[in-house]
């Protein structure tokens, strides 16, 4: 058949003559914009390796310069179908010549750095005026730091002094290689979570190896440690895996509501491990047990609470609530904004042991000695006994969500501030803190929300805060611990509570918005996922929170995006989908093209059509707007390119478009379409088909030629039409050379006896 409205080809003469004419005054005018465009982007973009400055290769011409110093890419004949070129085209690097000797220039090796190494651009150029302020950051964060880490490790079950190692190298680590300036990096409570329950899950292997006998404290001490970091290198490495391999986007991967309820399972896990120790209850006799058992052992041994560790805990719990209410309240007093009340907590609290000798009046269990050493280095080594699958898999699970929540929060504050972080950079400083951490002792260290808060209320203006918090752990590490010695570990226990409650204070609002806007699938996803990590473990809820994401993902990328159109029987040079009509005044032919795909603002659905709700009340000038099918006939819309993935559910689609006419009816109904006698396919949003995909589709169109069905494809773009051309789709059946859905409708109704009824 002959093509309807191909655009001729430009007359070759026509812009030779252009190129002439142009040549004088358009050489000059384009390098001028050129060597604008490149004296800006010179500044800010650096260059590749071998790649000459853009300036030294430009020639700024006179109008008097030679034609021949003109390209002649650079000037396109008027009307053309090609692009003009515009005149930035010229700006691409040069190829690198043979013995080019700036390639690796000291200029160049500068730039790499400060990207690679982003304290080398930041340290240089620091003010000093914000010294003050980042000083008196990184105390307040630090004064939050040390008893969170303190007691986050025994959620790792490590002794205490492994919390400030965590708190140390990892945080010093990141300040040098972090983008973000209030991301503060160290022991966070879910990661802590994560560690001790594959700490606890390795510690029965050595407890076998032990049977009948109980293993000494520093044997227990040295292979939980081992763990612990061994699990720490394997979520460095692999965090940095994904930062170097360009997997920052991975944090969007993770669906709201699943997230919601992995964090919630997990707060309420640590809530049932940590109440146990705020109310003095003994440790369940199973090494490794789940955490729907604690509840129920805890529950069931209600008559052996210790008061006093419950008396002081408890206090502990409600003097920081109150103080945080009043934080709240009283926004206007700064003395109060200032007050490190996890601090004041730790220091009222031991002295109340201390002078009262709860420890030997009452046997509270206290903080007791810890010795203060600095962390030694150490390359981690897998112990015998451990499961090495599990400490890859456990690993792989904490930097999922830790990733997750760093990404977040250094966004998140980024935007705040106005500056920009690289989220790929940002895992690969993750990945090398852990990396480095893990050799000195430490277990996996991610961006604490709470912390990174306070960073940014203290008004942080670099990663110097940071810094000095990682000094002033270093202080505490060598000089505070011995004065810890009274302070109840029931107090430590209520930190942690105080810390993990706030993550559910997001939860019921989560789920009341959920329930109001009729998300039922979110819904059950995040209270399904919270109660299967606490009947569980924390790693099934994770494990089920990532996959289910993915499966989401996965599910909602393989369907193809297409979409059923009916002609506007108030205007038939109109398409509209099927489940999205618009009244608007009759418009001519040429705006009528510019209008398919609108959808309404108010609509009823009727089925197959849809009618506006308020046609009654419309203006002078409008006419209600219904859609008709044309019977036999599917026009249908492709909204995005078609690939191996999306494309494997294309003919399942178009065989519930026959039956039903609309992808809202659901598939028990019966069917409600005539025959399909022709299809018409517009691919104004296809701009690309892969290989798979072609053949899915030829496919297609072969089953509708062996059905005696007609197959028409309108707006074919050129790469496209090409590969249609290259692959015999119109011998196959499926012609393909017209403008417009309009073209195609034409030449289906010199094929067939189609008539146009409006459905009811």
């Given at each position: 058949?002959?093509?309807?409205?191909?655009?001729?080809?430009?007359?070759?003469?026509?812009?030779?003559?252009?190129?002439?004419?142009?040549?004088?005054?358009?050489?000059?005018?384009?390098?001028?914009?050129?060597?604008?465009?490149?004296?800006?982007?010179?500044?800010?973009?650096?260059?590749?390796?071998?790649?000459?400055?853009?300036?030294?290769?430009?020639?700024?011409?006179?109008?008097?310069?030679?034609?021949?110093?003109?390209?002649?890419?650079?000037?396109?004949?008027?009307?053309?179908?090609?692009?003009?070129?515009?005149?930035?085209?010229?700006?691409?690097?040069?190829?690198?010549?043979?013995?080019?000797?700036?390639?690796?220039?000291?200029?160049?090796?500068?730039?790499?750095?400060?990207?690679?190494?982003?304290?080398?651009?930041?340290?240089?150029?620091?003010?000093?005026?914000?010294?003050?302020?980042?000083?008196?950051?990184?105390?307040?964060v630090a004064c939050l730091l040390v008893p969170?880490?303190?007691?986050?490790?025994?959620?790792?079950?490590?002794?205490?002094?492994?919390?400030?190692?965590?708190?140390?190298?990892?945080?010093?680590?990141?300040?040098?290689?972090?983008?973000?300036?209030?991301?503060?990096?160290?022991?966070?409570?879910?990661?802590?979570?994560?560690?001790?329950?594959?700490?606890?899950?390795?510690?029965?292997?050595?407890?076998?190896?032990?049977?009948?006998?109980?293993?000494?404290?520093?044997?227990?001490?040295?292979?939980?440690?081992?763990?612990?970091?061994?699990?720490?290198?394997?979520?460095?490495?692999?965090?940095?895996?994904?930062?170097?391999?360009?997997?920052?986007?991975?944090?969007?991967?993770?669906?709201?509501?699943?997230?919601?309820?992995?964090?919630?399972?997990?707060?309420?896990?640590?809530?049932?491990?940590?109440?146990?120790?705020?109310?003095?209850?003994?440790?369940?006799?199973?090494?490794?047990?789940?955490?729907?058992?604690?509840?129920?052992?805890?529950?069931?041994?209600?008559?052996?609470?210790?008061?006093?560790?419950?008396?002081?805990?408890?206090?502990?719990?409600?003097?920081?609530?109150?103080?945080?209410?009043?934080?709240?309240?009283?926004?206007?007093?700064?003395?109060?904004?200032?007050?490190?009340?996890?601090?004041?907590?730790?220091?009222?609290?031991?002295?109340?042991?201390?002078?009262?000798?709860?420890?030997?009046?009452?046997?509270?269990?206290?903080?007791?000695?810890?010795?203060?050493?600095?962390?030694?280095?150490?390359?981690?080594?897998?112990?015998?006994?451990?499961?090495?699958?599990?400490?890859?898999?456990?690993?792989?699970?904490?930097?999922?969500?830790?990733?997750?929540?760093?990404?977040?929060?250094?966004?998140?504050?980024?935007?705040?501030?106005?500056?920009?972080?690289?989220?790929?950079?940002?895992?690969?400083?993750?990945?090398?803190?852990?990396?480095?951490?893990?050799?000195?002792?430490?277990?996996?260290?991610?961006?604490?929300?709470?912390?990174?808060?306070?960073?940014?209320?203290?008004?942080?203006?670099?990663?110097?805060?940071?810094?000095?918090?990682?000094?002033?752990?270093?202080?505490?590490?060598?000089?505070?611990?011995?004065?810890?010695?009274?302070?109840?570990?029931?107090?430590?226990?209520?930190?942690?509570?105080?810390?993990?409650?706030?993550?559910?204070?997001?939860?019921?609002?989560?789920?009341?918005?959920?329930?109001?806007?009729?998300?039922?699938?979110?819904?059950?996803?995040?209270?399904?996922?919270?109660?299967?990590?606490?009947?569980?473990?924390?790693?099934?809820?994770?494990?089920?929170?990532?996959?289910?994401?993915?499966?989401?993902?996965?599910?909602?990328?393989?369907?193809?995006?297409?979409?059923?159109?009916?002609?506007?029987?108030?205007?038939?040079?109109?398409?509209?989908?099927?489940?999205?009509?618009?009244?608007?005044?009759?418009?001519?032919?040429?705006?009528?093209?510019n209008s398919i795909g609108e959808t309404p603002?108010?609509?009823?659905?009727?089925?197959?059509?849809?009618?506006?709700?308020?046609?009654?009340?419309?203006?002078?000038?409008?006419?209600?707007?219904?859609?008709?099918?044309?019977?036999?006939?599917?026009?249908?819309?492709?909204?995005?390119?078609?690939?191996?993935?999306?494309?494997?559910?294309?003919?399942?689609?178009?065989?519930?478009?026959?039956?039903?006419?609309?992808?809202?009816?659901?598939?028990?109904?019966?069917?409600?379409?005539?025959?399909?006698?022709?299809?018409?396919?517009?691919?104004?949003?296809?701009?690309?088909?892969?290989?798979?995909?072609?053949?899915?589709?030829?496919?297609?169109?072969?089953?509708?030629?062996?059905?005696?069905?007609?197959?028409?494809?309108?707006?074919?773009?050129?790469?496209?039409?090409?590969?249609?051309?290259?692959?015999?789709?119109?011998?196959?059946?499926?012609?393909?050379?017209?403008?417009?859905?309009?073209?195609?409708?034409?030449?289906?109704?010199?094929?067939?006896?189609?008539?146009?009824?409006?459905?009811?």
């Open positions: 058949m002959s093509h309807k409205n191909r655009p001729s080809r430009p007359n070759s003469s026509t812009s030779s003559s252009n190129i002439r004419e142009d040549t004088s005054v358009g050489a000059s005018h384009a390098s001028l914009e050129q060597a604008g465009a490149f004296q800006s982007r010179d500044e800010s973009m650096p260059l590749l390796p071998g790649q000459h400055s853009p300036l030294g290769e430009l020639d700024l011409t006179t109008p008097g310069t030679s034609r021949d110093s003109v390209r002649k890419h650079d000037i396109v004949q008027p009307g053309s179908r090609s692009r003009r070129r515009e005149h930035f085209s010229s700006s691409r690097a040069p190829e690198p010549t043979r013995g080019h000797t700036r390639q690796f220039s000291a200029r160049w090796w500068k730039r790499r750095a400060r990207y690679y190494v982003p304290i080398v651009g930041w340290l240089p150029n620091y003010n000093i005026g914000n010294l003050a302020t980042d000083v008196k950051a990184g105390f307040m969170q880490a303190l007691s986050y490790s025994s959620l790792t079950n490590l002794r205490p002094v492994y919390g400030l190692y965590t708190a140390l190298v990892p945080a010093l680590v990141y300040g040098m290689l972090g983008t973000s300036r209030h991301l503060s990096m160290g022991p966070e409570a879910l990661v802590s979570v994560l560690t001790g329950t594959i700490v606890k899950s390795q510690l029965k292997h050595l407890f076998a190896a032990y049977s009948p006998n109980t293993p000494p404290d520093d044997t227990i001490d040295a292979f939980s440690s081992a763990v612990a970091s061994t699990v720490a290198l394997v979520s460095g490495a692999f965090t940095f895996a994904l930062g170097m391999f360009r997997f920052g986007f991975l944090d969007s991967m993770i669906s709201e509501s699943s997230l919601r309820g992995f964090i919630s399972g997990a707060a309420i896990v640590v809530l049932i491990g940590q109440s146990r120790i705020v109310l003095g209850l003994p440790a369940p006799t199973s090494v490794h047990t789940s955490p729907w058992n604690e509840l129920k052992f805890m529950l069931s041994n209600l008559d052996q609470i210790h008061v006093m560790t419950a008396a002081i805990s408890v206090g502990a719990l409600v003097f920081l609530r109150l103080l945080r209410i009043a934080k709240s309240r009283f926004t206007s007093a700064r003395w109060l904004q200032g007050v490190p009340d996890t601090l004041l907590v730790i220091i009222l609290a031991t002295l109340v042991s201390w002078l009262a000798k709860l420890k030997v009046n009452h046997a509270v269990n206290v903080f007791g000695h810890v010795d203060g050493d600095l962390p030694h280095f150490g390359i981690p080594k897998i112990p015998a006994l451990v499961d090495t699958k599990d400490i890859v898999s456990s690993g792989i699970t904490i930097t999922m969500i830790g990733v997750v929540e760093s990404v977040i929060v250094a966004r998140e504050y980024a935007s705040r501030n106005h500056y920009a972080v690289s989220s790929n950079r940002e895992l690969v400083a993750l990945g090398i803190s852990n990396i480095v951490g893990s050799a000195f002792g430490a277990y996996p260290a991610f961006g604490s929300l709470s912390r990174s808060k306070l960073n940014d209320r203290a008004k942080a203006r670099s990663q110097m805060s940071g810094i000095v918090t990682t000094l002033l752990v270093l202080v505490s590490l060598l000089h505070v611990l011995p004065y810890l010695y009274h302070l109840p570990l029931g107090v430590l226990a209520a930190i942690i509570v105080d810390a993990v409650t706030s993550l559910l204070e997001a939860t019921p609002g989560a789920i009341s918005f959920l329930f109001k806007v009729g998300a039922w699938s979110d819904l059950f996803l995040l209270l399904f996922i919270c109660a299967s990590s606490v009947v569980a473990s924390v790693e099934t809820g994770i494990l089920l929170a990532v996959v289910i994401s993915l499966v989401m993902v996965i599910k909602r990328s393989n369907m193809p995006r297409i979409k059923l159109l009916g002609r506007s029987t108030s205007n038939d040079q109109e398409f509209h989908p099927i489940d999205g009509v618009v009244s608007r005044p009759n418009f001519s032919s040429q705006q009528s093209l603002q108010h609509t009823v659905d009727t089925g197959d059509v849809e009618i506006l709700d308020d046609s009654d009340n419309a203006s002078e000038g409008e006419e209600e707007t219904r859609v008709q099918h044309i019977e036999g006939v599917l026009i249908v819309r492709v909204d995005e390119p078609l690939y191996f993935a999306n494309a494997g559910q294309l003919h399942a689609r178009l065989n519930r478009l026959e039956l039903y006419g609309d992808m809202r009816v659901h598939p028990s109904e019966d069917p409600r379409m005539k025959p399909t006698r022709a299809v018409v396919f517009d691919l104004i949003g296809m701009s690309d088909i892969d290989g798979s995909a072609l053949e899915i589709l030829l496919n297609i169109v072969r089953e509708y030629s062996r059905r005696q069905v007609r197959v028409a494809f309108a707006r074919v773009c050129d790469g496209v039409r090409e590969r249609f051309r290259i692959s015999r789709m119109a011998e196959a059946g499926g012609e393909h050379g017209f403008n417009d859905i309009r073209d195609a409708l034409a030449y289906l109704e010199q094929q067939l006896t189609v008539s146009v009824v409006t459905q009811e």
